[in-house]
């Protein structure tokens, strides 16, 4: 499947605790890969692998998976974390990456 | 620090060709086990991957993409590629260079450029 599939909008209160899912065949044979984007800011890399958080990322965003189905978690969000979040990964019919349609994060 | 950096202009008209170039700062190209990768994103839309390339110049591209992009590598200049011929108004976007990664079964890009504005437009 060439597809990644992303709730549009998302909202969470401030401090409260967000998940943001991302679905796709592809999913069940690849890890997801989370990117934080601000307006006007190039991707950010937060979460790669099982739940792997590069450096400089809060330890607030986690990763999981079952199945065809990714979650990136936020654990008490800040206003800080509204922004655009992406979900990429290898696509399964061919040599060749995906990316999800992207979930807007407002942070209440 | 690895740092990458487009550069290119920020509008082409119609039927014309688009050249950008990304220029590696703060590591060398030489290494046999990096990737390179162009990604756009058009305004308001969300990320497309365009293409890769390897330190031997393998390439691979988005099929949607109908063969339209040609990436190239030189990596004497520390520096990678991204032509696209007969630009149309649906190509205005935001170019990205990143680096790709792949670890087992996790593709990532673990670097990006700070991206380009690229507008069609006579």
């Known amino acids: 499947s060439s597809e990644l599939t992303q709730d549009p909008t998302v909202s969470v209160a401030l401090g409260q605790t967000v998940r943001i899912t991302c679905q796709g065949d592809?999913?069940?044979?690849?890890?997801a890969t989370w990117y934080q984007q601000k307006p006007g800011q190039a991707p950010l890399l937060v979460i790669y692998g099982k739940t792997n958080r590069p450096s400089g990322i809060p330890d607030r965003f986690s990763g999981s998976g079952s199945g065809d189905t990714a979650s990136l978690t936020i654990t008490g969000a800040q206003a800080e974390d509204e922004a655009d979040y992406y979900c990429?990964?290898?696509?399964?019919?061919?040599?060749?990456?995906?990316f999800g349609g992207g979930t807007k994060l407002t942070v209440l | 620090q690895l740092q990458l950096q487009e550069s290119g202009p920020g509008r082409v008209k119609p039927s014309e060709t688009l050249s950008l170039t990304c220029i590696v700062s703060?590591?060398?190209?030489?290494?046999?086990?990096?990737?390179w990768g162009w990604l756009r994103q058009p305004p308001g839309k969300g990320l497309e991957w365009i293409g890769n390339i390897d330190y031997y110049g393998t390439t691979n591209y988005n099929p949607s993409l109908k063969n339209r992009f040609t990436i190239s590598l030189d990596t004497s200049k520390n520096q990678f590629s991204l032509r696209l011929a007969s630009v149309i108004a649906a190509d205005t976007a935001v170019y990205y260079c990143?680096?790709?990664?792949?670890?087992?079964?996790?593709?990532?890009?673990?670097?990006w450029g700070q991206g380009l504005l690229v507008t069609v437009s006579s």
């Open positions: 990429n990964s290898r696509g399964t019919d061919g040599d060749f990456w995906i």
């Open positions: 592809s999913l069940r044979k690849y890890f």
């Open positions: 990143a680096r790709p990664r792949i670890s087992g079964t996790t593709y990532y890009f673990d670097t």
């Open positions: 703060g590591g060398s190209m030489s290494s046999r086990g990096y990737y």
